[in-house]
């Protein structure tokens, strides 16, 4: 969130949603049972910097094959800007285009991974313009399709008002993850828990579908009045 931020930190308002399950978010709190849903394991990053181009941060996984979601985004620049986001030893892949426009002044892209093992790895982000404000957020959960294939559907918006994507799940079960940049405060959707959270405003959300496959889950953070960029992914279990 750049500019004039306020703190967001209260739960809720969603639309388009036919059933989902909240969960409280805590750490470690992934279930192992096959059958289950991808669940929350842990913040992997949750930044917010001003006036600069670059950041990074040390993640080690909690095991192997679990996936990290992650959105990066940079407030300020008028035209696109371009974005290189590595991590040695891991194969982290943009699921979308950068997303924004010179109204909105921001930019967003979301990332992914499926952890390759536990060891500590340097997550590094570069964009080619200094960023009035750059944030970084993300996510790991387990119990997920331990191939790209867990990211099953996968949005990206920019706009005015609501933070609002929709993703179509391709299995029964679902969890939907997203994160938004928003110019102002703003509330999870109802029934989502928090994940990684800057503090300045900007924060992930997650929540496990009880849909059939094929549905169409709208995600919508309630409050923003203004510009903001969103990405949203929906993740297969095993």
Known sequence: MGGCRVLACTLVCACGR???????????????????AA???????????????????????????????????????????SLTVTAP?????????????????????????????TLAVSISVTWDVTCVSLVVLGDEFANNDPTLAAFDDHAETEGTGLCSATVTTHRAGDTLWAACDPANGVAATPGFAIG????????????VTTDSAGTAETIAYENPTAMNVMVAVAIAHR
């Open 196 to 207: 990684a959270d800057d503090q300045q405003g900007d924060f992930t959300e997650h929540a």
């Open 89 to 117: 030893g891991w194969s982290l892949v943009a699921l979308g285009s950068l997303v924004g426009s010179a109204a909105a002044g921001r930019w967003a892209q979301s990332y992914a991974a499926i952890a390759p093992d």
């Open 39 to 81: 669940g929350w394991v842990g913040a992997v990053v949750a930044h917010w910097t001003t006036s600069v181009s670059t950041d990074s941060f040390d993640f080690a996984a909690a095991a192997p094959g679990d996936a990290v979601v992650m959105m990066v985004s940079c407030d300020g620049p008028v035209t696109a800007p």
């Open 18 to 36: 036919v059933g989902f399950e909240a969960h409280d978010g805590a750490p470690g709190d992934a279930s192992t049972d096959a059958t289950a």
